[in-house]
């Protein structure tokens, strides 16, 4: 940030000012969207917001604290003052991570099908990002660990009384206590326990094998955005990062998460690639997906960090864009499946475009950020794991096949012969405006980054070598001096 | 040499270069655009789109010609030179970043003139062909990737980026292949390809990190100073032949190039006759010096090519349509040019891969001429055309000759391994699956169902105002029970609230 | 497995064949209505018929319908007359309600209702204003009475909801049954959307392609005795696909068994009782119509593939049904079900449709209809509605549009013949009126029209007159020809010219049937080489046979190039030499005239193109021995007179000969066509017709043919020469045979009819490119011709010509009928003179019940192959892969594709043929009351018939009822010259009067086209880019 950014002179209390505005416009924003009398009115309150907070999280994330902050926030705890500054603020690791959160709120708000959209799913899913949004931003403790329990609570209620919520809440529940266990443990225990009951939680949120049962049931089974919004938000795995920058790993925990991450790659993509159903095809797809994150992070490099960082948001835009688009494409036929033939591709074609590119997008296309994100991540873990990098292409390989295969087999393939017929339409026109919007921003980020990664990769860092020794060592300096202080009070 | 003649030798390099990456840049800028007039939903006209590719070919064919005239000026000396580079990221002594370059010489260069020329050649043809045909835009769209892509494989400078243009070749491909996409046929064999592209692609992935890990770089130059030692040259090559083997429909792989004639005939003869079917010899060209040390290697791709070209031949001729006929000669020749490549024979393969596209792409041009073809031989011969293949029934005895020749109507029967393959494959993900809903069924102490999930799954989504869909009613005469516990059942149809 | 049973089987299978595409291999190709095995039931119910057994689409789709109803190609008036007809009454269907007609009409009328079936439905409602508003269309009255019917509920956006409710609840209640076919297969994939039939037919698909291949692969399957036991030997043992791994021991089981036994098993083990064989039969036969269809016509028509095993259906069914059972329980059991048997079900027995499709329907009916939910809730109203709007469905809806839409085409037809003879009556009556000033009047009267009597004074005989094919291809030419040349007459026959003969080409490989393919012929004609007939009857020239051999042992060697492909060794040597193959590919790909114009030069070794080795036709038999095909060598003198005599009786050449008589067969050179036969001529069974016109010239010139027709009243002047020509309709080539005959008195004559024929040619060939979107509408004449020579050599063209993609109309009468009158190339035009005929009519009968069929064949797969390019027609050709050189299929392993393609069917109108004869409907009745074919043809009403008197100028047309005096609705336009009229323009045009080719003396006449058609031009320019491009639906 130079000097001439025209923000640097309303003072340095504007960036946690903004955090906290972002999270309190998306939580009224979910008061006023839950009593519109329609979804179309819901619908556009909840753009509003939306914008709103992403306009104060994209200055949040330009204003992200200049002061050094400690992972766990563990310094806080021990404050006295519980000023903004103290609360909220974002750093290197969560900059890119806040403002992804908003758009991925507002583009699933803008996509969404009427049909499916209630002005309440919209309010849970408004509320759902806020408390996202309050993991990442919020840097007390005590506010994460809450808001780290509490954000399941909108999808499990999405959830409530079908047939897979119970796992849903088992291991969201575990999860949380693993987390404000850890949370708690790394004030007053020893950071190794904390890490590892942290790192425990993290994964059950993250869906990793064999934590990630609730995954494809979820979105199996739950209206797909919130699903969307809850899997691809990843808040899981930017707290991983978290921890994990915080305090690295030893050679076998590492060695751990690895075996972990490879694991779920694989499984993922081959289960995925095996299901009939398209919604469970793209659980398993999330899952195995998400393992990148997770290989990027294990071994606690800056390139794999910032892989990492980059894998959240390009798998989680990309994939957004593709439950969307099956979503919308779900409004207009009802259930899709991939082991017969499609239909649709003239009446729908930009649909069927749209879905493709956004699931080329997933797999990393090269030219679309993706690729960029798994292209870092790859190094990173090659250098040091080469078996790790095997799992990793063949996963990617498959998830590829997978994902021409949605596109292909929901959309094209249905008619013997020609198509000239005079073939009765289902019904479902090609993309409403709003849909070309949303798809249209989805695929021009993903591009536009894509192509030209390198300012996405300085976002928050001037220096890209900051992420780690800015984050990394002064969480180190706050431990000590946090243990310092434990000392001292006794 | 005077400073002066130096300045325009490098000068000469610069336009080399930069006639190299716009053979690259062209297409894929014409790509971007007619890709953003499809998005915001002002997708050109049909003239704007004729013209635009026109151009398009027109530029690719000089730039390509201009590029080679001015390569033989200068004597032929490899040009390589690096643009710059893509991203970046470093931290605490670790660096990564992604160059840009292109490296030209005598083989690229080939290739380059080849591509130029017969992209120009088809993407004409297919102006006229392709003239008013529902979803041209697409067609054209596609070949542009699928230049772009090609191109950039040729003149890629690092293994990385020459990756980038691979995985732009698969996908354009693919795409072309299932261009009549309201068909069965074309979409389940696009998916085909598409699967042994991307299985071969993550060979080249593994490759470039073998070689990275080797020579610290993937930048071809760089890592052609340090040879590999025999070991990993024979591991690096072996996946660099495994990632050709796809793209060049070599053994064990070469069952889907027939399959991917379904598209509009120019795009079966640039793709599956010319261009893309020796996208994996130029693989094992281009990457050649890094693996000719190994022997073991060397056979390896001599026997599968020779393999490959009998197997082709053998093939081909039974098979009962003409681009089917095709595709195995085609395959069959690329097996050739494996041979002379593994034999160190490079010129030869060269050669063979210039002829060998020129002639297939005509042949497949014309391939819908073979009834007016045989009725005018028949006409000039006065008679009806003589039975062909009765060497075969000579040579062969009676006893084989009927499996010989199932073994050679069935392709080898690679179709036939492949799909036990797959259904192995498949049992096994679906039992993994039933699995994990087992692990579900435990978390929620509740019986999940077994099987396929048709019962999990058959609800579909509805809105507050929509009713469940029509009862589906038990047909008479129609049992079917569930496995299992044979527990008689209807098929399940549960209908549950989700939106 | 009885006798008994057997036979039983062999009928079922006939019957369940019926149906199946009767398309002959490619090479044979001739237009033939693809259904008309349902010729025996009217048009409108077989159309049902086949819709429902077959899933064809036989109709446009309601789309292009109203598209038209919005440019103004198909009138609100159409849609009242049609519904007049076959609306039903008015009659309130219930109280309350409307009546039939009027909720039909308003249906039909309203083209913006959008249509959509079952979860399209929730989407449309949920994203769209369809329950929120009232639609747009509905007129003031309605809209007002709705509005104080809302009151009640509180507002309209709160009575729709409840509307659409009430409307779910009856159509609920209505739905329609629900067909799924009786296979297992059906039930399988209607279950789990899973198709066994893509694991049988990649199998079964190459099993048949190598046994029927016919010389494609150089290894042709060994043994070929009989579909069922190759089958056998070939999968007795080997590795087979994880769905079949089974397949080796089934077929062990039943070895031995005949084909019709293991059919007998195969039905039995699904319990399939005999009288229901036939129609499940149906179910496997079509679900691969093209192969099935082929097998069945080469065990009808052996000597289709003379060298061809027997081919039978009931093998193709023996393999068919094992493999289908083996796919389907492999399916069900992958998907964990247990299929216990294999029984026929009752269809879909209490199964019905998805009701929200008949909802949406029935919402925007009742909203029409100004009815609330109140009002359908009423119980006997709402049923009654929806009974109503149940019955109107798709099918019945596009059957009346496609009424109205060809009504509005013969209003137009019928007013343009009819203002044009009204206008030329006119005229000719202020003609007589000045030349009875001047001098005595210039026309017989017998003539009719203007023919040639202008220029040579009293009674001259025409510099020439021109016999061309009916093909409406030939239209534009003749037109041209008449307004470049007035001297010039031109008449229309049929293009085999009543030579139907087996001819024996000099260098062609077999014999060819040049005549319809109904006919059996009797006689052969040679072709022989050398400079007279007489001299060197049979003896080849050793130049001949030299070039015989020379070309054999050229084939030989490309045969490789071709067909062997160079696999291998040789494809290697070529490869490395094939750098050189660069020129020809980028020449004959960017540059295809060029190429062509060199490729001749090379053949012809630079002479003048069209110089070809001298033959002449052995056309007079000698003798009455039948050679050993049973064919008669050449006619006999009194055969060629009765021919002669027959052809000019008809159309009207008796007298006044010219000294030239052109006589013009036609055909088609294209390349990269796996089409090319359909291009030929129609009468000639899909071959080129140029033999045709030359041995009717020579039996003309023949002075024994003279002599004995003159003794029928003929007398052909000894002046007059006739002179065989062949037309190559994509080129635009016209070729003379035997031109060196024609003695040194004629020649002046005939090379004056030259010239103007080759300006014809140049003209004809302008006119077309208006039509090819890549040639551009405004071009030189030279450059048109130009262009459509290049078209015919280009590798790259997938429409070398539109082949018959106008036709929509045939006139049988008196050229003066239509001579001036722009038919912009949609009419078959066969001469045939009223006043020549005798009080029965039975020169008109032999004309059509020659020109109906034919002409119905072409329209009717036209027709066809439009309206359903999925099964009718053969799709778009780019990926077409030609197979055993017997078809061609989609890209790799698809079903073979029958019909036409996309291309040549894109711009048809798909109408059924309107024939309009010269004649008294009187007249017509009895030769109909005759004629049972062309009864059954015409009553049945796959052809359409109109009359217009010889003298007066009335019109009727042949209603359902009987038939109708035509009332003429407008004036026909006038314009100058054709050109003023196409120029510019791509879509079909109304017809026009042309005044040129008359008035060069009057120059001052020349008038600007008053209207060029009701229809806008730009709704037509969209009609087509919307055919072939699906529009993008807007949401309502």
């Known amino acids: 940030m130079s000097s001439t950014d025209p923000w640097i002179a309303i003072g340095p209390a504007l960036g946690p000012a903004a955090t906290f505005g972002a999270i309190v416009t998306l939580a009224l924003t979910a008061g006023v969207v839950a009593r519109a009398a329609s979804t179309r009115s819901a619908r556009w309150w909840g753009l509003l917001g939306a914008m709103l907070s992403l306009l104060l999280a994209i200055l949040a994330a330009r204003r992200r604290s200049t002061s050094s902050v400690d992972a766990l926030g563990a310094d806080a705890l021990g404050a006295d003052a519980l000023g903004m500054d103290a609360l909220w603020g974002l750093d290197a690791l969560s900059a890119p991570i806040f403002p992804f959160v908003v758009a991925l709120f507002a583009v699933i708000t803008l996509a969404a099908p009427t049909r499916f959209a209630s002005p309440t799913l919209l309010a849970r899913l408004a509320l759902a990002s806020a408390l996202a949004l309050v993991v990442i931003g919020a840097r007390h403790p005590l506010l994460v660990a809450l808001a780290w329990a509490g954000s399941s609570v909108p999808t499990a209620i999405e959830l409530r009384g079908r047939p897979g919520a119970r796992a849903f809440v088992v291991h969201h529940v575990v999860s949380a206590l693993f987390v404000v266990a850890g949370l708690f443990a790394a004030h007053v225990a020893s950071p190794r326990l904390a890490g590892a009951l942290l790192v425990l939680g993290v994964l059950i949120r993250e869906g990793v094998v064999p934590f990630h049962a609730w995954v494809p049931s979820l979105y199996e089974r739950a209206p797909l955005g919130s699903a969307l919004l809850f899997s691809r938000a990843q808040v899981g795995a930017y707290l991983l990062a978290r921890v994990l920058v915080a305090s690295p790993l030893g050679s076998s925990a590492t060695w751990g998460l690895d075996l972990l991450g490879a694991m779920t790659m694989l499984y993922g993509a081959a289960l995925a690639l095996g299901q009939p159903g398209v919604r469970r095809a793209l659980g398993y797809l999330a899952t195995s997906q998400t393992a990148i994150v997770l290989l990027g992070l294990a071994d606690g490099g800056p390139i794999g960090a910032r892989g990492a960082v980059l894998a959240i948001v390009s798998v989680g835009l990309a994939q957004t864009g593709l439950g969307l688009a099956l979503w919308v494409t779900e409004a207009r036929r009802g259930e899709l499946r991939l082991d017969g033939a499609g239909e649709g591709v003239a009446a729908t074609p930009a649909l069927a475009g749209a879905t493709l590119f956004l699931g080329l997008a997933c797999v990393g296309l090269p030219g679309t950020l993706a690729f960029v994100a798994e292209e870092l991540v790859f190094h990173a873990t090659l250098e040091a794991r080469p078996w790790i990098g095997v799992a990793m292409v063949t996963a990617t390989a498959i998830n590829g096949v997978l994902v021409l295969r949605i596109a292909l087999r929901i959309f094209a393939g249905g008619v013997i012969g020609g198509a000239f017929g005079a073939r009765r339409p289902r019904g479902g026109a090609d993309l409403l405006a709003r849909e070309r919007v949303a798809f249209g921003l989805l695929g021009a980020s993903l591009v536009t980054f894509g192509v030209a990664p390198q300012r996405l990769l300085s976002v928050g860092a001037e220096d890209p070598a900051e992420i780690r020794a800015d984050v990394h060592v002064s969480a180190d300096m706050s431990r000590d001096a946090h243990r310092r202080e434990i000392h001292d009070d006794r | 040499m005077t400073s002066e003649l130096i300045g325009v030798a490098v000068s000469v390099d610069l336009a080399i270069a930069w006639l190299a990456t716009s053979m690259v840049l062209l297409p894929l800028g014409a790509f971007a655009l007619a890709g953003l007039a499809e998005i915001v939903g002002a997708g050109w006209r049909d003239e704007v789109l004729a013209a635009v590719s026109r151009a398009l070919f027109t530029l690719t064919t000089i730039a390509g010609l201009t590029a080679a005239a001015l390569f033989g000026l200068e004597g032929g000396r490899p040009v390589h030179h690096v643009f710059g580079r893509w991203f970046s990221a470093d931290g605490a002594g670790a660096h990564q970043a992604y160059e840009v370059g292109v490296l030209v010489d005598a083989t690229s260069l080939t290739y380059l003139v080849l591509t130029s020329l017969l992209a120009g050649t088809v993407g004409a043809f297919s102006l006229r062909y392709l003239e008013g045909e529902e979803g041209a835009g697409r067609f054209f769209r596609a070949m542009m990737l699928f230049t772009a892509g090609l191109s950039l494989v040729v003149v890629a400078e690092s293994l990385g980026l020459l990756f980038v243009g691979w995985e732009l070749v698969g996908v354009s491909s693919a795409l072309l292949i299932a261009f009549y996409r309201h068909r069965e046929g074309p979409v389940r064999h696009a998916l085909l390809a598409f699967a042994i592209y991307r299985i071969c692609d993550a060979a080249l992935l593994a490759s470039l990190v073998v070689l990275h890990h080797a020579s610290g770089t993937t930048s071809l130059p760089a890592a052609f100073e340090a040879p590999l030692s025999p070991t990993v040259a024979a591991l690096f090559g072996g996946l660099v032949l495994f990632a050709s083997l796809g793209k060049s429909a070599q053994l064990p792989f070469s069952g889907w190039l027939p399959r991917a004639m379904e598209g509009p005939t120019p795009s079966s003869a640039i793709f599956y006759g010319a261009l893309s079917v020796h996208a994996g010899a130029y693989l094992l060209l281009r990457t050649a010096p890094l693996w000719e040390g190994s022997t073991p290697l060397r056979v390896t791709i001599v026997m599968i090519g020779a393999l490959t070209a009998l197997l082709g031949t053998l093939t081909g001729r039974a098979q009962t349509d003409v681009k089917s006929g095709l595709a195995y000669a085609a395959s069959a020749q690329v097996g050739l040019i494996f041979v002379e490549i593994g034999l160190g024979l490079h010129t030869l393969a060269l050669v063979h891969v210039v002829g060998h596209a020129l002639v297939r792409t005509l042949e497949l041009l014309r391939a819908p001429s073979l009834l007016q073809d045989v009725q005018r031989l028949e006409a000039e011969l006065g008679r009806a055309l003589p039975r062909a293949g009765a060497r075969y029934e000579r040579v062969v005895p009676r006893r084989i000759r009927t499996w010989l020749y199932r073994f050679a109507l069935e392709r080898a029967f690679l179709d036939t391994l492949a799909s036990r393959l797959i259904a192995a494959l498949r049992r096994a993900t679906r039992a993994l699956d039933a699995f994990d809903r087992r692990v579900v069924g435990a978390a929620t102490s509740r019986a999940s169902t077994p099987g396929r999930g048709v019962g999990a799954s058959a609800g579909v989504a509805h809105g507050s105002t929509s009713e469940p869909p029509p009862a589906a009613t038990k047909r008479e005469g129609v049992t079917m029970k569930r496995g299992g516990e044979g527990a008689e059942a209807d098929w399940p149809e549960t209908v549950e609230g989700r939106r | ?1036």
């Open chain 3, 1 to 1036: 497995m009885t006798q008994h049973d057997t036979e039983r089987l062999e009928r079922a299978i006939e019957q369940a064949a019926h149906l199946l595409p009767t398309q002959a291999p490619l090479a044979r190709f001739v237009h033939h209505n693809p259904l008309h095995t349902l010729e025996s039931s009217p048009f409108d119910e077989a159309m049902v018929e086949a819709a429902a057994r077959l899933g064809v689409e036989t109709y446009l789709d309601e789309g292009s319908y109203q598209r038209a109803l919005r440019s103004g190609r198909l009138l609100p008036a159409d849609i009242d007359a049609t519904l007049d007809d076959v609306g039903g009454d008015d009659r309130p269907i219930a109280a309350g309600l409307p009546g039939r007609r009027t909720l039909r009409r308003a249906r039909l009328l309203d083209v913006d209702v959008p249509e959509a079936r079952g979860e399209g439905v929730e989407w449309l409602l949920s994203e769209g204003d369809a329950l929120r508003a009232l639609p747009r269309s509905i007129p003031a009255p309605t809209r007002g009475q709705l509005e104080a019917r809302a009151r009640r509920f509180g507002g309209v956006d709160t009575m729709l909801p409840r509307l659409f409710e009430v409307c779910r609840a009856l159509a609920s209640a209505h739905a329609p049954p629900r067909h799924v076919g009786g296979r297992l297969r059906d039930r399988i994939l209607d279950r789990l959307g899973v198709d066994p039939d893509a694991l049988v037919h990649p199998m079964l698909i190459r099993h048949l392609a190598a046994y029927l291949d016919q010389g494609v692969a150089y290894w042709p399957m060994p043994d070929r005795d009989g579909l069922w036991s190759t089958f056998q030997r070939l999968h007795g043992a080997g590795p087979q696909p994880a769905w079949a791994v089974s397949l080796p021991d089934e077929l062990h089981a039943v070895r031995g068994r005949s084909a019709g036994e293991q059919v007998l098993h195969e039905l039995a083990l699904r319990g399939i009782p005999p009288g229901a064989w036939a129609d499940w039969l149906t179910g496997p036969l079509h679900a691969l119509p093209g192969w099935a269809g082929m097998v069945h016509q080469l065990e009808r028509h052996p000597e289709l593939a003379p060298e061809l095993p027997p081919t039978r259906l009931v093998d193709y069914l023996a393999i068919r049904l094992l493999l289908d059972r083996l796919a389907a329980s492999y399916v069900a059991r992958e998907a964990g079900v247990h299929v216990s048997s294999y029984d026929a079900t009752p269809r879909g027995a209490g199964d019905r449709e998805d009701p929200r499709g008949l909802a949406l329907e029935l919402y925007f009916t009742a909203l029409r209809s100004g009815l609330g939910p109140a009002e359908l809730e009423r119980d006997e109203l709402g049923a009654a509605l929806a009974r109503e709007v149940r019955a109107f469905d798709s099918i019945t809806r596009r059957g009346i549009y496609h009424l109205a839409y060809e009504r509005r085409f013969r209003v137009r037809v019928l007013d343009a013949l009819l203002g044009h003879a009204r206008a030329e009556r006119a005229e000719r009556a202020e003609n007589t009126e000045r030349a009875d000033g001047r001098s005595a009047p210039r026309h017989d009267g017998r003539h009719g029209g203007r023919q040639g009597g202008r220029q040579g004074g009293r009674d001259a005989p025409p510099l020439a007159q021109v016999l061309c094919c009916i093909d409406e291809r030939e239209e534009s030419f003749r037109r041209h020809l008449e307004e470049l040349e007035p001297r010039v007459e031109t008449f229309g026959y049929l293009g085999h010219f009543g030579v139907l003969m087996r001819y024996e080409g000099l260098t062609a490989p077999r014999a060819e049937l040049l005549c319809p393919p109904d006919v059996t012929p009797r006689h052969r004609v040679r072709e022989v080489p050398g400079r007279s007939t007489r001299e060197e009857r049979d003896e080849p020239t050793a130049r001949g046979e030299t070039r015989a051999r020379v070309a054999s042992a050229r084939a030989v060697a490309k045969r490789h190039r071709h067909l062997a492909r160079q696999t291998l060794v040789r494809g290697g040597l070529v490869a490395l030499t094939g750098a050189a193959s660069a020129v020809p590919l980028v020449l004959r790909t960017l540059f295809p005239g060029v190429a062509d114009r060199l490729a001749r030069v090379s053949r012809t070794g630079g002479a003048a193109s069209g110089a070809q080795a001298p033959t002449r036709l052995h056309v007079h038999r000698e003798h009455d021995e039948p050679d050993a095909s049973g064919h008669l060598d050449g006619y006999s003198w009194d055969e060629q007179a009765e021919i002669v005599g027959d052809v000019l009786g008809t159309i009207g050449l008796v007298s006044r000969f010219a000294n030239v008589v052109c006589v013009v067969g036609h055909g088609s050179s294209t390349v990269n066509n796996p089409h090319a036969a359909a291009y030929q001529c129609g009468a000639c069974a899909g071959a080129p017709g140029g033999p045709n016109a030359r041995a009717f010239a020579v039996m003309a010139n023949a002075p024994e043919v003279r002599a004995r027709l003159a003794a029928r009243g003929i007398e052909i002047p000894s002046a007059t020469v006739f002179v065989g020509a062949y037309h190559d309709t994509t080129s635009d080539e016209l070729t003379y045979f035997d031109d060196d005959l024609v003695p040194a008195s004629a020649r002046e004559a005939f090379a004056a009819t030259r010239r103007a024929l080759a300006r014809a040619c140049a003209r004809n060939a302008h006119e077309r490119c208006r039509r090819f979107p890549d040639a551009g509408p405004r071009r030189a004449a030279r450059a048109s011709l130009r262009h459509v020579r290049a078209r015919s050599v280009d590798l790259a063209q997938p429409r070398p010509e539109y082949n018959h993609a106008t036709n929509a109309v045939a006139v049988i009468g008196r050229r003066s009928r239509t001579r001036g009158l722009f038919l912009d190339r949609r009419a078959f035009l066969a001469s045939y003179d009223p006043s020549l005929d005798d009080a029965e009519g039975h020169v008109l009968e032999r004309v059509l019940a020659r020109v109906a069929p034919v002409g119905a064949g072409i329209n009717l797969e036209y027709y066809f192959s439009r309206v359903d390019q999925a099964r009718l027609g053969c799709g778009t050709k780019l990926p077409h892969n030609i197979t055993g050189l017997i078809g061609v299929m989609d890209g790799h392993g698809s079903d073979l594709r029958t019909g036409l393609h996309w291309q040549t069917v894109e711009i048809h109108e798909p109408m059924r043929l309107l024939v309009v004869v010269e004649s008294t409907p009187e007249l017509v009745a009895r030769i109909l009351e005759r004629n049972p074919r062309l009864r059954a043809l015409v009553e049945h009403r796959w052809v359409l018939l109109a009359t217009i008197d010889p003298d007066r100028d009335v019109a009727h047309f042949l209603e359902r009822t009987g038939f109708c005096e035509h009332v003429v609705e407008a004036t026909v336009p006038e314009v100058g010259g054709s050109r003023a009229w196409y120029e510019g323009h791509e879509e079909h045009l109304a017809f026009a009067r042309v005044t040129a080719g008359r008035a060069e003396e009057e120059p001052g006449r020349f008038r600007e086209p008053p209207y060029r058609t009701a229809r806008s031009e730009r709704g037509e320019e969209a009609d087509r880019k919307d055919a072939r491009q699906p529009r993008r639906e807007a949401v309502r």
